[in-house]
């Protein structure tokens, strides 16, 4: 086979809780950004094999394979095969990497990876049914100790000895760099507008109005940051996170389409990047949050490479701690680290930002006229996920 392609890659902007996406239901908003990644490609529909969509509450609106539903609202071909993905936080990065695996094997020559999440209508832990019993039994427990992505955070924070004055300096530096980003139109060739409803505070529909610029940036300073509550204000070892140096609950969707490379060139279409390799690893539970530093040196070392030949790179920002953490022990050059504001100023919108980190990455990539960049998520429970693209 030959090499792995990304044809086009989109994002819907990324909605605050209860702002601009909040009452657009999740499989309208998926079919957008389906719809639009298709067309901008420039591809008959019924030439994607598969569609793998990544979604981590799968429950009411997003239940029923999603991806399936998604595809079929967009109008888009009846035979083409669906999946909806479930990696916590890594679920469309994880869609990504079986995408592109699908395509290596000779399975299918496109696929379409991407992921959705409307958290102001879909809760975080909607899926979490006490009376259908504990996800974790006591047989983990004879393993492992259970913990929090919070009690994660706050243990890498101690490990490596970050003060809350040094989280709160990155959470800075993200909201700076994410509203430059906006400002200079950054990110405008990336964003599917959509049309989203608005509603009264009694929920009944007024009208439409069209969300095309992400909305989670705010003016940030350190004072203002000193000023907020810890996140785990009873925690015996004390607790240096925050809502500010933390990523935001968020509504959003994304979409890349993939391609065997000789196939697309067979169709006319433009190769914008090669797909270097895609993994998704495991790592420590308890501390949980730290799969991004072996993610990232696995996927470094067989393919050849060091953080010195990266140009471009994409780490969600789950919380300060986990970035701060993984660039210690990558020693990457933090000039080159979400040079457009990462999860804590743009927010977090689950399923759908590893699609999102995947998009923001290539076009990146093609402003700064780089090589190679690289993409990794912390994932709950103790895994990551990393990324390594090749710009054509």
Known sequence: MGDVVIVEAVRSAVGKRRGGLSHKLSPDLFADVLAEVIRRAGVDSVEVGQILGGCVSQVGQQSGNIARTAWLTAGLSEATGAATIHTQCGSSQQAFTLAYGLIAGGVTDFAVAGGIEIMSQVSMTASTLPELGPAKTPRYEEHYELTTQFEAAERIAEAWGFSRADLEAFAITSQERAAAAIADHRFTDQIVPVEAPVVDEEGRQTGT???????????????????????????????????????????????????????????????????????????????????????????????????????????????????????????ADMAKVNVNGGAIALGHPLGATGGVLLTKALHELERVNGRHALITMCVGGGQGTATLLERI
């Not at 490379?261 to 495991?282: C, I, Q």
């Open 209 to 331: 109005r069209v969300i095309d610029t992400d909305e989670g940036p705010r003016p940030t300073t350190a004072e203002g940051l000193a000023g907020l509550r810890v996140n785990m204000p009873d925690r015996a070892a004390g607790s240096r996170h925050t809502a500010g140096t933390s990523s935001q609950i968020s509504d959003g969707s994304s979409a890349l389409l993939l391609a065997e490379a000789v196939r697309a060139a067979d169709l006319g279409l433009r190769a914008r990047a090669r797909v270097v390799d895609s993994l998704l690893t495991g790592n420590d539970p308890v501390m949980m949050l730290t799969g991004p530093i072996p993610a990232t040196q696995k996927i470094l070392e067989r393919n050849g490479l060091t953080m010195d030949d990266i140009d471009v790179v994409e780490i969600n920002e789950a919380f300060a701690s986990v970035v701060l953490a993984w660039a210690h022990e990558t020693k």
